[in-house]
């Protein structure tokens, strides 16, 4: 039986590596007719619709967790990813935009919703790149509804992208430190259109001069730096 990382019930469903909404705010509807492809290990898979296993991550989690629980933290992704999609044009033009407007609910809440979602996309990642990683803190944190402590985002002005018409993600590069060794630094890019957005564990606050202004829900401002 597969187990929920999440919360240990039966796991029967997958998280999708880059959303399903994502997915269609960019290619649109994804048919037989229209597909997309994706390439993993090496080899080109046919995606005939955004619910295609290609399209998934190989950790599976609950039915629970992956709906009910989760939702309002999907809902609230969405709804950043479609404003950063229709900003894209701005980003790297040195314009901070406001972002006061992006959530239909309050802008803290949405982004720590916002976080909650990566929490879950990182916990997903971490198992499918087999990185060795304690996940009961990630868990925790999507259960309660508290930010993690050690997680932060941003869209990172230093990526220069071209192609509206892409979606990824990056492999995970990992730091371990001590003894035995433990994972101290975490980072990968979600890439929806010409928009990197940066993912980081991040034991300690990282330091501005090398991450530039990452995003936590600690941190309360209202905009986002898109450059
Ligand atoms: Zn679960």
């Given amino acids: 039986m597969n187990i929920c990382w999440i919360c240990g019930r039966e796991a029967t469903t997958r998280e999708h590596r880059v959303k399903a909404s994502d997915l269609r705010s960019i290619f649109g509807v994804v ?18 619709s955004v619910k295609s ?30 404003y950063l999609l229709k900003n894209q ?7 901070t935009i406001n972002a006061g407007k992006i959530f239909s609910c309050d802008f803290k809440q949405g982004i720590l919703y916002c976080h909650l979602y990566l929490v879950k996309a990182f916990g997903c990642k971490i198992i499918d790149d087999k990185v060795p990683f304690d996940l009961s803190g990630f868990a925790e944190c999507i259960l309660s509804g508290k930010a993690h402590p050690d997680l932060y985002f941003s869209v990172d002005n230093k990526i220069k992208l071209n192609n509206k018409n892409y979606a990824a993600t990056s492999p995970i590069q ?37 991450h530039g202004h990452m995003i936590h829900p600690r941190i309360g401002k209202k905009f986002l730096r898109l450059a």
């Fill in 174 to 210: 990992v730091i371990q430190y001590g003894c035995p060794k433990k994972v101290v630094y975490a980072t990968w890019y979600y890439i929806i259109g010409k928009v990197p957005i940066k993912i980081l564990y991040y034991v300690n606050t990282p330091p501005i001069s090398v």
């Fill in 31 to 48: 048919t037989q007719q229209s597909p997309l492809y994706t390439k993993q290990d090496g080899t080109v898979k046919i995606l005939q």
């Fill in 89 to 95: 044009s701005i980003i790297g033009s040195c314009k």
């Fill in 53 to 82: 296993n290609f399209a998934k991550y190989s950790a599976k989690i609950c039915h629970h967790c992956n709906t009910t629980q989760t939702q309002k933290y999907d809902e609230a992704w969405s709804e950043l990813a479609d």
